[in-house]
């Protein structure tokens, strides 16, 4: 059973900072990939960062320069740091890995979820 869970999400004023942590537990082979997606009230959930296993990273244009993902391939962990942070990055963030199983069947899997809220 592979689990992702998340942290760090909370309230921030404008212009402040989070980081975001993802860990994933359980049995598979290797991750291919994983990323970060938000969904807003109303609106369709979208790719704000994602990156390989080879550290080939890409951004949403809305965040480049202020967001970084990073992973740790030891801990099976990825990161996002989120810096400069604006009213309309308030969203649920969802964590996700593409893995590949002991079957070499590949799956994805989505982390909870964690609410970031940026208000003054």
């Known amino acids: 059973q592979v689990q992702l869970v998340e942290s760090g999400g909370g309230l921030v004023q404008p212009g402040g900072s989070l980081r975001l942590s993802c860990a994933v537990s359980g049995s598979f082979f290797t991750i291919n990939a994983m990323g970060w997606y938000r969904q807003a009230p109303g609106k369709q959930r979208e790719l704000v960062a994602a990156?390989?296993?080879?550290?080939?990273?890409n951004y949403a244009d809305s965040v480049k320069g202020r967001f970084t993902i990073s992973r740790d391939n030891a801990k099976n962990t990825v990161y996002l740091q989120m810096n400069n942070l604006k009213p309309e990055d308030t969203a649920v963030y969802y964590c996700n890995a593409d893995l590949i199983d002991y079957s070499a069947t590949r799956d994805d899997y989505w982390g909870q979820g964690t609410q970031v809220t940026v208000s003054s």
């Open positions: 990156i390989r296993s080879g550290g080939m990273t």
